[in-house]
């Protein structure tokens, strides 16, 4: 599953047209999701971008626990496929 669908499943995320055009933002604000990642890529990263949005701590914090799961379970399909 991809990260985007596992995320607006748990309703931490959703795409509206007419909201910022149709991007992915975190429910209840007009943050893209886009912005986070692009947070996380800057010199402060995660902590910059609580600053900026603390209100969306708690959602930030389940994007990047659903970002491990999916790394984790991929990385154990690979190592199992690698095994055969």
Do not use: W
């Not at 748990?10 to 909201?19: A, T």
């Not at 910022?20 to 209840?28: H, P």
């Not at 996380?40 to 969306?56: M, V």
């Not at 999916?70 to 055969?84: C, F, M």
């Amino acid at each position: 599953m991809k990260l985007n669908n596992l995320l607006e499943n748990q309703g931490i995320i959703h795409c509206d047209p007419e909201i910022m055009s149709g991007m992915a933002v975190f429910v209840g604000s007009r943050v893209p999701l886009q912005t986070f990642f692009d947070y996380l890529e800057g010199e402060e990263g995660f902590a910059e971008f609580i600053n900026d949005f603390p209100y969306l701590e708690s959602q930030a914090i389940k994007v990047l626990e659903n970002a491990a799961k999916l790394i984790i379970a991929q990385e154990r399909q690979t190592d199992a496929y690698i095994a055969r």
